[in-house]
């Protein structure tokens, strides 16, 4: 076969050619520029990660090498000379050794496909030999025909270095808690599902002695630890706990092998797991019994101001009607003695009169008692002996003492005296005794006075809240008999309250001698256990000289010649003292209203040589009205009377009112000629002796 040929013309040729040079001109171009542009890539790249403090890596997963560019080699602290290129094994020993774990088995996810990317915190080591951190990113790159990862390519970027922060804080922050743990006064402890107490950490010191060591955990014995009386409460804490999901605080007791008493609180929660069952409870112990003690210590204050307060309210009612009754014994008794005095002792109705007086003193006698309980009659003090007292008392009580019951005696002969009113130092020793042989009638018993000299202060301790530092005389009058219960003790110095029958006591014997005692700046408490009897305490503050008493001289009666101005907003006691004084042989212009008394004062000032007024009247009081005579005549005398001391003021002289006599209702005969004349005698040489 004859092959058959086209001629091309030559100037065809040159032109195809030429145009074949200009296609492969442009390919070319294109090509430098794809170069120039992935230059810039790799350039701008290059320039990102350096400012990222990242670095390039790649792993050929077949050959188990590890490409790395300059940055990554300086991350880690070595120039690009010292190597370009890493085995897995090198690549391992810069690792952390308790990060390999975690890089292993991010990597083994990454290659079967778990994961999508890398992304991975570890430490590697520094050229210096410290560690830093760093993040490790990357990703499948290239797979092999079988599509297995044959290549991963990622960054690695520096983070904080671990000498960047101060490494001791790091290093020393599980030592710190322990030892933080160690020393606060709590336990954390965690009760497991069957009851298993553990301590956590080292037990306080409270808890010592009650922790077991076992198979190197602390143990706590918490059934036998509980106090009786606080278990019942805390078993029912924990199967609320065991319900449901709850935070509870309790405050109870427990009790150390030695018989030591701790009150604890509990900050208990319980926990369960994700399927609902319960899996025990977490709690912290706080030792809090000197909290408790404090606590304690301010009730028992709060509860003697309260009982105080009680007291002096129930006082201030007793004064008050004591007031009225002293008004309406005074005329009572005032008429019956006049009465008395005006017939003979043969007469039938000497005997009536006598009856009445008897009864009215009887009532006087009542009544002082419920001022003294108010603290508003004030006793004539003077230097006592408590030991004179305690012996006439026993003398006048052992006679007529079962023989069931013995007295023993304890008396501290050197005991200092007391400033008081003897005869109520007498009523309180004999009420007190009193008291002790009824609590004894049914069994018999013992009846102990004991008496001795206490000090406080200077290192001492302190006797009672209420009492100053100093030396006391204690008297301790105990029994042996029934005794009382707590209700009881708590009331035992109210008035009308009484544990005995109706027969026996009227409930204002203990609240009298309460009155006298404190009113002697002195201390009384009671110590009772029902069964075994009880002891009453008291404290009385001693004088140290024992000067002998100064015997009282009754002056000589006699009479003068006075007019008298007599002030009572009562009828009954104006006609009463108007009758008494023109007997006594006085001039008497009496009134029943401090203002109209003290408008006829004004007009004839000179006409008077005695004011007697009564102090608690409702226009003005007595005091208000002799101040405002004193502004008119500053000399003349007054007496005040009164059935109620509460408005003086005892710790002011009468003096300073311009009081010259106090006199006390209910009024009897020889008690007001007696005052008026002392007045009288002592204020003038201008009146005539009659």
Not at 147 to 172: F, I, M, W, Y
Not at 330 to 353: N, Q, R
Request: charged share 25%.
């Amino acid at each position: 076969m004859n092959s058959h040929k086209t001629d091309v013309p030559a100037g065809d040729e040159n032109s195809m050619l030429k145009g074949s040079i200009e296609a492969l001109e442009k390919k070319i171009a294109m090509l430098e520029n794809r170069a120039s542009i992935a230059e810039q890539k790799a350039d701008a790249l290059k320039t990102a990660l350096e400012s990222a403090r990242a670095g390039y890596w790649e792993w050929n997963v077949e050959n188990g090498t590890i490409l790395i560019d300059r940055q990554w080699a300086v991350i880690s602290g070595y120039n690009s000379a010292d190597f370009d290129m890493l085995t897995m094994e090198q690549w391992r020993e810069l690792c952390h050794p308790a990060d390999l774990g975690v890089v292993t088995k991010s990597i083994e996810e990454l290659l079967d496909g778990s994961m999508e990317r890398l992304e991975l915190e570890l430490r590697v080591r520094h050229k210096n030999g410290e560690w830093i951190r760093v993040l490790d990113c990357g990703k499948v790159t290239g797979r092999s025909k079988n599509g297995k990862p044959s290549c991963l390519t990622g960054s690695r970027q520096a983070l904080a270095s671990l000498h960047d922060k101060p490494e001791s804080p790091v290093k020393n922050v599980p030592e710190e808690l322990q030892a933080l743990v160690d020393n606060i006064p709590a336990a954390i402890y965690h009760l497991d599902v069957s009851g298993q107490a553990t301590i956590r950490f080292r037990p306080p010191a409270f808890l010592k002695t009650l922790v077991s060591e076992h198979a190197g955990t602390t143990r706590l014995n918490t059934l036998s630890m509980i106090h009786h009386d606080d278990r019942h409460m805390l078993s029912n804490a924990y199967s609320k706990l065991r319900e449901a999901k709850h935070s509870l605080t309790l405050v109870y007791r427990i009790v150390t092998p030695e018989g030591k008493l701790h009150w604890i609180e509990d900050h208990m929660r319980s926990s369960f797991s994700d399927d609902g069952l319960f899996s025990g409870i977490d709690g912290i112990l706080c030792e809090v019994t000197d909290r408790i003690a404090r606590l304690e210590k301010t009730r028992k204050l709060e509860s003697q101001l309260s009982k105080s307060q009680r007291l002096e309210t129930i006082g201030t009612l007793a004064g008050g009607i004591a007031h009225d009754f002293n008004n309406i014994l005074t005329p009572i008794l005032g008429y019956a003695e006049m009465g008395l005095s005006s017939i003979d002792e043969d007469d039938p109705i000497h005997e009536y009169f006598a009856e009445i007086m008897q009864a009215a003193e009887r009532a006087q006698k009542l009544v002082s008692q419920i001022l003294t309980f108010s603290k508003a009659e004030e006793g004539k003090t003077a230097p006592v002996s408590i030991q004179e007292v305690i012996d006439e008392v026993i003398r006048l009580m052992r006679p007529s003492l079962p023989s069931s019951v013995s007295i023993e005696e304890d008396i501290d002969s050197s005991c200092h005296k007391v400033i008081a009113d003897p005869a109520q130092m007498h009523q309180v020793v004999v009420n007190l005794c009193t008291n002790a042989l009824h609590a004894m009638e049914q069994t018999g018993g013992v009846l102990k006075i004991v008496l001795r000299e206490v000090s406080t202060g200077n290192g001492m301790p302190p006797i009672a809240p209420e009492l100053p530092d100093g030396n006391y005389a204690e008297l301790i009058i105990s029994d042996t008999g029934t005794g009382m219960d707590s209700r009881a003790i708590e009331r035992i110095f109210e008035p009308f309250f009484t544990t005995k029958s109706v027969e026996k006591g009227s409930g204002l014997g203990l609240s009298v001698v309460h009155g006298i005692v404190t009113g002697a700046n002195g201390h009384i408490s009671v110590e009772s256990t029902q069964g075994k009897g009880s002891a009453f305490h008291v404290w009385l503050p001693v004088i140290k000289s024992n000067t002998p008493d100064r015997l009282e001289q009754n002056p000589l009666l006699a009479k003068y010649a006075a007019s008298v101005l007599f002030i009572d907003d009562e009828p009954a006691t104006v006609n009463l003292v108007t009758i008494m004084m023109t007997k006594l042989g006085y001039n008497i212009r009496a009134e029943n209203s401090p203002v109209e008394a003290l408008k006829f004062f004004r007009e004839q000032p000179d006409q008077f040589d005695l004011v007697i007024t009564d102090l608690t009247m409702p226009e003005m009081t007595g005091i208000q009205l002799s101040s405002e005579i004193h502004k008119i005549a500053p000399s003349i005398p007054v007496i005040l009377m009164t059935g109620y001391g509460k408005m003086i003021d005892h710790d002011m002289p009468l003096r300073h009112y311009g009081i010259n006599h106090l006199l006390k209702k209910p009024l009897k005969l020889a008690h007001l000629a007696l005052a008026v004349k002392e007045v009288l005698s002592s204020t003038t040489n201008l009146l005539t002796e009659i």
